[in-house]
Nanobody, 122 residues
Framework: VQLVESGGGSVQAGGSLRLSCDISGFTARFYCLAWFRQAPGKEREVVAATKAGSRSGGTYYRDSVKGRFTISRDNAKNTLYLQLNSLKTEDMAMYYC???????????????WGQGTQVTVS
């Protein structure tokens, strides 16, 4: 199992980035996938998550990113995305993609992680 993030970088406040997570070793469409972030001195927090398939209520966003970030997946490419718009300085962090042990975030731990991609907002 491998998850490889890319797309991070440095932007000014109000700017946009698109993060990608290339997945190998498992079929992404069968699993819940998520983006987490961790800023220096802070705990890791979930940013957004997407359930497997077309389940009702299939996405989750933390309140602080609702309306600005969009999580999506391309199951044919086995890739997870996170579109970050209207970036704020408080969004600056290392962003990680993660795979849950099952199709939803209920009752499953995130057991596989990427190495992270840095988002810097000035």
């Amino acid at each position: 199992v491998q998850l490889v993030e890319s797309g991070g970088g440095s932007v000014q406040a109000g700017g946009s980035l698109r993060l990608s997570c290339d997945i190998s070793g498992f079929t992404a469409r069968f699993y819940c996938l998520a983006w987490f972030r961790q800023a220096p001195g802070k705990e890791r927090e979930v940013v957004a998550a997407t359930k497997a398939g077309s389940r009702s209520g299939g996405t989750y966003y933390r309140d602080s990113v609702k309306g600005r970030f969009t999580i999506s997946r391309d199951n044919a490419k086995n890739t997870l995305y996170l579109q970050l718009n209207s970036l704020k300085t408080e969004d600056m962090a290392m962003y990680y993609c993660a795979k849950a042990g099952g199709p939803t975030w209920y009752g499953y731990e995130y057991n596989n992680w990427g190495q992270g991609t840095q988002v810097t907002v000035s």
